[in-house]
């Protein structure tokens, strides 16, 4: 069985720490290889390498930083199937939804491509007589990157190509249930031109991940995971110093005004729904609907739907799947054991996706789409992010009473609103408390050259990631006044300057 180590110092490297977990294929239940869960030790001598080799790329020009990412965008296009196979391979996500997530990770790496404008700072001439002042966004140094398993090539491609664009050398740590990708990517890398050490992939677990946050040598670290590891990489690693974006779980809400086209609807909420076995951070976990009218006819419409779906393995030869395994047996469990506890607590239990079995793949980790109708604000399926193929559907009578729910919720990652009304859809968008909203736009990621980020649990530290908040995060200000002889005073000045 192949053992998956790490990227360091431009070359694939064996792990030496003797730990390895488990690698699955979840559409089969079997292991597919092992992965090297790294030391201490050897995470510091990744940061060692990337710390030698920021000493070189910070002073490649951001023109020759771009043609790399101009050659790497080349490559992906070029290596897309191969890619796309990986993720289906570990994560189990169907073939066309692993390339619909390389191409929008394909996108950071396009915006990556204009960082000579992008990190160009700010100019102003004469802020005294004779006086210019101008702003330089300066690399960090060695910055990290910490992932979860359900995007594992989207979510390193948030981070990496703006870091280093921006003159950063950087220490992924993909996650170890699905670690073939990002090796990959980095290979990529390393053949459109990138120098050695820049990019370094420390594959582990929280031995890793905790010299990553406490390290002296590391600027800034990037996370993307559930929430109570978001809140203990931002605590632990601002603790130490460091910048840190961390982003957390949802619990992503769709608001059904009984003027939306039905049709509509349906076909968003299917797709958001169960879009990816629902594993994905800005999948739609609620549908509250205003008025019982809209409820009934949305449940029917949805189950009718759902009837006619097909669950099944990520790559086969027959036609496509519509969604594919979870990605652990642990993690279906605790799926099947949200669905029992909604079940327990009286939600009505409309489709039911327990005992699900896919033919010839009994042992995969299937989940069937799933159904509740009339959820409780109190209730755990409502409360807890699920993570699996089930949609809740909540009754409320008011718009207000639908957005007062939404705000009362610890996450704020993504929501939408489904309406034909104007003004309900400018008052959604100004009053609700979530980072990401969209109107008739069920899952409103924003394009790479905008940034992505929740509120309130979703989201700790201040800057989303890519787009202009990515460049902000990846880089820091360095301000210069200057002033030639023909600005000098003729004595010294002892009163605080005010640039006359
Ligand atoms: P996870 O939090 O279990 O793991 C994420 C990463 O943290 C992995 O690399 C893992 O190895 C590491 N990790 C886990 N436990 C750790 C610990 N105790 N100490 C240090 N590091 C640790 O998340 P997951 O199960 O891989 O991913 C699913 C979660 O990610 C969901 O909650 C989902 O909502 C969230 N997610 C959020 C977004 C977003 O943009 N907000 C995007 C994708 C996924």
């Known amino acids: 069985m192949s053992v998956i180590g790490n990227f360091i110092g431009g070359e694939r490297v064996a792990s030496t720490s003797g730990r390895t977990g488990p690698v699955y294929n979840p ?7 092992t992965v090297a869960l790294s030391s201490a030790d050897e995470t510091r001598a990744a940061i060692a390498n990337a710390e030698a080799a920021f000493k070189i790329w910070s002073k490649v020009t951001p023109l020759n930083r771009a043609r790399v990412m101009f050659k790497y965008k080349e490559l992906i296009e070029k290596h897309a199937d191969e890619i796309a196979t990986l993720i289906s391979q570990e994560h189990g996500k169907v073939f066309s939804d692993a390339k619909g997530e390389l191409t929008r990770g394909l996108e950071v790496v396009e915006f990556a491509c204009g960082i000579p404008h992008l990190q160009k700072g700010e100019h102003s001439l004469n802020v005294g007589r004779g006086v210019d002042s101008y702003s330089q966004m300066m690399p960090m140094g060695v910055c990290a990157g910490i992932s979860p398993f359900n995007f594992p090539a989207m979510v390193p491609m948030w981070m990496f190509p703006v870091a280093i664009a921006c003159g950063n050398t950087f220490i992924m740590k993909p996650s170890e249930k699905d670690p073939s990708t990002p090796l990959r990517l980095a290979e990529l890398l390393k053949e459109a031109g990138l120098p050695d050490g820049v990019f370094n992939i420390v594959n582990g677990d929280k031995e890793a991940v905790d010299v990553l946050l406490t390290d002296e040598r590391i600027q800034a670290v990037s996370f993307v995971g559930s929430t109570p590891i978001a809140e203990y990489i931002y605590s632990t690693a601002s603790a130490h110093g460091k910048r840190v974006q961390a982003l957390g779980g949802a619990k992503n809400h769709m608001i059904v005004m009984p003027d939306a086209e039905p049709s509509q609807v349906v076909n968003s909420l299917m797709g958001a729904a169960y879009g990816s076995a629902g594993e994905r951070c800005m999948a ?7 008025g019982d009218e809209v409820a009934d006819h949305l449940i029917k419409d949805l ?21 594919g395994p979870l990605i652990t047996r642990e993690h279906a469990d605790k799926v099947l054991g949200f669905i029992d506890s909604g079940v327990a607590e009286g939600a009505t239990l409309v489709v039911d996706g327990r005992n699900f079995v896919v033919s010839g793949h009994e042992n995969g980790y299937f989940v069937g789409p799933t159904l509740f ?22 009754r409320v009578n008011s718009y207000e009473e639908a957005l007062n729910l939404i705000n009362a919720h610890e996450y704020g990652n993504g929501t939408a609103i489904f309406t034909r009304d104007g003004d309900t859809a400018r008052n959604f968008v100004e009053n609700v408390q979530v980072g990401m909203v969209g109107v008739n736009v069920p899952i409103p990621v924003p394009m790479a050259f905008h940034s992505f980020g929740g509120w309130k649990r979703s989201l700790f530290g201040p800057l989303h990631m890519h787009g202009p908040d990515g460049v902000r995060f990846y880089t820091r200000m360095k301000t210069i006044t200057a002033r030639w002889p023909t600005g000098l005073s003729a004595g010294p000045e002892f009163t605080m300057p005010t640039m006359k």
């Open 27 to 33: 559409a089969t239940g079997a292991q597919i290889a």
């Open 284 to 290: 739609i976990s609620v549908a509250v609907c205003v």
């Open 303 to 323: 189950s009718e739907n759902i009837a006619t779906m097909t669950v099944g393995a990520g790559i086969s030869d027959g036609p496509e799947a519509h969604m």
């Open 373 to 394: 109708d009339n959820v409780k604000a109190g209730m755990r399926i409502y409360q807890e992010e699920v993570f699996g193929p089930v949609l809740c559907v909540v």
